[in-house]
């Protein structure tokens, strides 16, 4: 799939988080929608839930900011 642009004239869409443009078919910063890359960020947000609370959380929490360039 590939991604367009956003012009400066959509101001709204630059504003929207990544994975909701890359769902409409936009992309940030000349990056590519990654299916596994968005499939495994479900996965840890599933265990982050799971593990809230305990120990493991932390270093899940810290996988996903990596993932995802969170700080």
Same mark, same amino acid.
């Given at each position: $799939?590939?991604?367009k642009k956003v012009s400066s004239k959509q101001k709204g869409?630059?504003?929207l988080p990544k994975h909701v443009r890359n769902k $409409?078919?936009?992309m940030e910063k000349g990056g590519k929608y990654d299916?596994?890359?968005?499939a495994m960020k479900k996965g840890l947000e599933a265990k982050i839930k799971k593990a809230k609370?305990?120990?493991d959380?932390?270093?899940l929490v810290e996988q996903?900011?990596?993932l995802t360039g969170v700080k």
């Open positions: $799939m590939k991604l869409l630059s504003k $409409m078919g936009y299916p596994k890359k968005e609370g305990t120990p959380a932390k270093a996903y900011r990596k």
